[in-house]
């Protein structure tokens, strides 16, 4: 069984901080960072030599590395990955960083977010097909950097020729032999930060998927890597080299926003949890209901959950109990462990919700299944009544951006309408925040965002072939690709 979630892609993390334990920061900010990816895990580190020692394997980032693995991992620049596949099966030779060498020395790469170009990339790279280890896109933009730099490009020019060639989401991180680069992709879609370590900012550097994985290392934050720039972080120098490789309208993926994101990490110039309450309080507004308690589905639900307390006057209870140990089902690879799924991570409380009117606040829904079996258990547990909230419009299409959230057929917004929806999930009633709701509560811009798996105005042109499967790098991916074609 598919899960009731979109699936996050990855995490990247860099460190350039000579002197310092490059390899333990790193690790430590993939462990922040470790709810974006849960398959695999990887650092590449480069020694003063500027050779690579990489360390890769499959699971968690405390189950790939210890003490003793880290030790080995010298140097002054780590690279990181966290990793949940969405393009390319979950296997160990496609855990990144991927490592390559080049005319001028070798090169890391760590990637979030998915190429919407890839068969076209794999079909221009043709020359160096037999030398792929990995079945994903990443793979192909380490060989066009590869490619560029073997044709003569330095660094920064390798760099900006391969991402021209690259469509869809990326933000990437490549340690080099000349220092850290960061870039990603013009549309911003998915997020990437940087920041410093110490008292001065004179080459320690920190880049990190979200701010969180700033925090957890106790590096200041700088500032976004800007939709469409390029940052090159060179050791010995206290500012690194900012420019534009491409111009488009930012197109920040807004599920970032409302659910994949860290609470505690900033956009916009403030924590997500701000952001989320707001979203409540606009779902309260929108969508009124008379009940006795609010309660949220945790972790993601509960800050929507306290805006919608506030703004109603409706009183906030903690009626779910969520087993902390269980790790955000709908990441994990297999289906039998998503079956397990809802009873294993939550457990109502019928003390708190026996005889209660109860409105359950929850961020989104994609196939309804975890939505239903949750219903069942609050009523099982008591309550009277159930109210859903959605603090996020019906997901009603796919993301080709990196975010698995299922094919159009199994998205139950896609196939039935709100009355069906709320019968489906045996509810009382069943609202959705609107998409303006959505974006205004943002203390940005409401047209920077990319909302395509709301209202299908994807932000970046897909030829009509591309599949949402993360399989289609593998062979019979890519055959069908060309029966396609012909
Ligand atoms: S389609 Fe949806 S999940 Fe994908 S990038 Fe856009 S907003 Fe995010």
Redesign the pocket.
């Known amino acids: 069984m598919r899960p009731d979630k979109?699936e996050e892609a990855c995490g990247v993390y860099a460190v350039l901080a000579p002197g310092q334990p490059v390899a333990n920061l790193t690790y430590f900010g993939l462990y922040a960072l470790q709810h974006r990816g849960q398959e695999s895990a990887g650092i590449a580190v480069f020694d003063a030599e500027r050779k690579v020692r990489l360390h890769k394997d499959m699971g968690l980032v405390s189950q790939v590395f210890d003490q003793a693995v880290l030790e080995r991992l010298t140097g002054d620049l780590a690279i990181g990955h966290n990793r949940y596949s969405t393009t390319g099966s979950s296997k160990v030779c496609n855990a990144q960083p991927v490592v390559l060498n080049t005319r001028i020395g070798p090169f890391a790469l760590a990637h979030n977010g998915n190429l919407v170009n890839a068969a076209e990339l794999r079909h221009d790279l043709a020359s160096i097909a037999s030398e792929l280890t990995s079945t994903t896109d990443s793979e192909l933009i380490a060989f066009a950097i590869q490619q560029a730099v073997n044709r003569g490009l330095d660094w920064d020019g390798a760099i900006r020729a391969a991402a021209e060639c690259c469509r869809g989401?990326f933000s990437l991180v490549i340690g080099t032999t000349d220092g850290l680069f960061a870039l990603r992709d013009g549309h911003g879609?998915r997020p990437l930060v940087f920041g410093h370590i110490g008292e001065t900012q004179q080459a320690q550097w920190v880049v990190s998927s979200e701010s969180c994985g700033l925090d957890i290392i106790g590096a200041a934050f700088d500032g976004d890597v800007e939709p469409g720039e390029i940052i090159h972080f060179r050791p010995g120098q206290a500012e690194p080299s900012r420019s534009r490789w491409c111009e488009q309208p930012t197109?920040l993926?807004?599920?970032?926003m409302i659910y994949f994101a860290r609470p505690d990490s900033r956009f916009f110039g403030e924590s997500l949890y701000s952001y989320r309450v707001r979203i409540g309080e606009a779902l309260a507004r929108e969508t009124p209901v008379e009940a006795d308690i609010v309660i949220g589905v945790p972790d993601s639900g509960i800050p929507a959950a306290i805006g919608y307390s506030q703004l109603s006057g409706i009183p906030f209870a903690d009626g779910l109990i969520k087993n902390r140990y269980v790790g955000r089902t709908f990441i994990q690879p297999t289906q039998a462990m998503r079956e397990a799924g809802i009873r294993v991570k939550l457990n109502p409380l019928p003390d708190v919700l026996a005889g209660k009117r109860v409105v359950v606040i929850d961020d989104s829904i994609v196939r309804g299944t975890t939505s239903r079996k949750l219903v069942q258990a609050l009523r099982d547990a008591g309550a009277t009544e159930v109210h859903m909230r959605i603090s996020s419009p019906p997901?009603t299409?796919?993301?080709?951006?990196?975010?698995d959230?299922d094919t159009q057929d199994q998205l139950i917004a896609a196939r039935l309408t709100l009355e069906e929806i709320a019968a489906h999930l045996g509810v009382d009633s069943l609202a959705y925040l609107s998409k303006q709701g959505m974006v205004d509560a943002a203390h940005a811009n409401s047209a920077h965002?990319?909302?395509?798996?709301?209202d299908g105005a994807?932000?970046i042109e897909m030829d009509e072939q591309v599949s949402s499967s993360k399989l289609m790098l593998e062979p019979a991916g890519i055959a069908a690709k060309v029966l396609q074609k012909l």
């Open positions: 979109p989401a879609i197109k993926c807004v599920f970032e997901v299409h796919p993301c080709f951006y990196g975010i959230t965002f990319c909302t395509a798996c709301f994807y932000p």
